[in-house]
Every structure is written in structure tokens, then in C-alpha cells.
């Protein structure tokens, strides 16, 4: 079983920039495609970035230009570069493995998660 964990959250003012962190761990041989998710207080979970085995990104539209995606395939780890950060980016944003020929799927258990709050 693969398990994920979050790291590098926190607070930080409209325009600031933040690194959240991913590592995977558990029965995998490569990392899988992977994907960045967020939940907002009293919202859905919603997808955010994916990244594929060959390093194919895939953006919601409200991140492009802000938000980049990458990983380590060394490291089993993929990690979400936020620039430009919105109040409305406020969330605990979580990252998992995706399902089978999506973009927008989490098929993996889901981590903690790690805080990002935008205020002044």
C-alpha cells in the first residue's frame, strides 16, 4: 500500500509564494501518475495539477501561470511550486496517485494533507 505525505505548507500574504512537498512511500515501483488536490473549508475536494509518468501537466484554469508541478522519480517525490498565492488558494491541499487514464482522480488513500492559508 502507498502512502503519501505533505509537507511545506503555511501561512503567507496575497503575491507570496509557497513549495508544497509530496513523498511517497510503500508497495510501488515507480511512482505513478500523480496529481495535487485542495479542499477548502465547507467545500468538495478539488483537483488542482497532475503530472504523468512521462511528465505530461495538466492545470486547473484557475492556477495556470501560478501553480507549477513536477517530481523525482528518484525520489518518489512531487511537489507544487505556488507563485502569486490568492486568498482563494486557501486550503489543505493533499497530492495522490491517479486513477487509471484521468487527470482529476485520486485512486490512492489520502494523506493529511498540508495547511496553505493566504491572508494579510
Known amino acids: 500500500q502507498v502512502q503519501f505525505v505533505e509537507s511545506g505548507g503555511g501561512l503567507v500574504q496575497p503575491g507570496g509564494s509557497l513549495r508544497l512537498s509530496c513523498a511517497a512511500s510503500?508497495?510501488?515501483?515507480?511512482?505513478?501518475?500523480m496529481g495535487w488536490f485542495r479542499q477548502a473549508p465547507g467545500k468538495e475536494r478539488e483537483w488542482v495539477a497532475a503530472i504523468s509518468r512521462t511528465g505530461t501537466l495538466k492545470y486547473r484554469d484557475s492556477v495556470k501561470g501560478r501553480f507549477t508541478i513536477s517530481r523525482d522519480n528518484v525520489k518518489s517525490s512531487v511537489y507544487l511550486q505556488m507563485t502569486d498565492l490568492k486568498a482563494e488558494d486557501t486550503a489543505v491541499y493533499y497530492c495522490n496517485s491517479l486513477g487509471a487514464g484521468t487527470w482529476d482522480l485520486g485512486a490512492g488513500t489520502w494523506g493529511q494533507g498540508t495547511q496553505v492559508t493566504v491572508s494579510l
Open positions: 510503500g508497495s510501488m515501483f515507480t511512482l505513478p501518475d
